[in-house]
């Protein structure tokens, strides 16, 4: 069994501050654990994935995350926000060579001048 | 450029109507799937396929029905019998289907509004 947890369901933060969308997962399998953006009426776009290699995940826009197996946390941040980070963001979780994602519920993230 | 692509962008349906939504891809991807996102629910899955004519039911595939009958295609109905088809539908495609954990790819989806 596999699940994740949002700990926020919206977060605002200036723009040029720094971001933290938190996520907490629980899997029977060693997991993957991915983080995915949305914008608007728009699919889902793939930020970074963790897939048992390096903990510290480095994605697009300058987005990372790190997996901590003691905390089961998969927390997304980025040092410097921009206006166009504002958006949805999904922490997904897969585990035991499955492909059923499972998906955390989202955050809003808004970014305010 | 490769990717998915879901076709109409907006649909509507009137009452005991049948709509079918289009996913199209042509990344050589084997399975595909399709979710069904509604607010502050997440995604949640209706179907899946790994291979062609081969598909799984979801989480939630009561009053749906896919076909697998290309690789590239995957199209979804939305039958009379779902009582609230009101969502937005999204289609993904993963590389392999079984036994690696891949991302999924996903299309720009569909909003389905009922008349």
């Known amino acids: 069994a596999q699940s994740v947890t949002q700990l926020d369901s919206h977060v605002s933060v200036s723009e040029g501050t720094p971001v933290l969308l938190r996520c907490n997962y629980s899997?029977?399998?060693?997991?993957?654990l991915f983080w995915y953006v949305q914008h608007p009426n728009k699919g889902l776009q793939l930020l970074l994935k963790y897939t048992s290699a390096a903990t510290l995940v480095k994605g697009i826009n300058g987005f990372e995350a790190e997996f901590k197996k003691s905390e089961t946390s998969f927390h997304l941040t980025k040092p410097s926000a921009h206006m166009s980070d504002a958006a949805e963001y999904f922490c997904?979780?897969?585990?035991?060579?499955?492909?059923?994602?499972?998906f955390g519920t989202g955050t809003q993230l808004k970014v305010e001048l | 450029d490769g990717g998915i692509t879901q076709s109409p962008k907006y649909l509507f349906r009137k009452e005991g109507q049948n709509v079918t939504l289009s996913c199209e891809q042509n990344?050589?991807?084997?399975?595909m799937y399709w979710y069904r996102q509604d607010p502050g629910q997440g995604l949640r899955l209706i179907y899946y396929s790994q291979i062609v004519n081969d598909f799984q039911k979801g989480d939630i595939a009561e009053g749906y029905s896919v076909s697998r009958e290309k690789k590239e295609s995957f199209p979804l109905t939305v039958t009379s019998a779902q009582k609230n088809p009101t969502a937005f539908y999204l289609c993904?495609?993963?590389?392999?289907?079984?036994?690696?954990?891949?991302?999924?790819?996903f299309g720009d989806g569909t909003r389905l509004s009922i008349l």
């Open positions: 990344l050589n991807h084997d399975a």
């Open positions: 899997s029977s399998y060693s997991p993957s």
């Open positions: 993904a495609s993963s590389k392999e289907g079984v036994g690696v954990n891949q991302p999924q790819h």
């Open positions: 997904v979780v897969i585990s035991g060579g499955g492909n059923k994602l499972t």
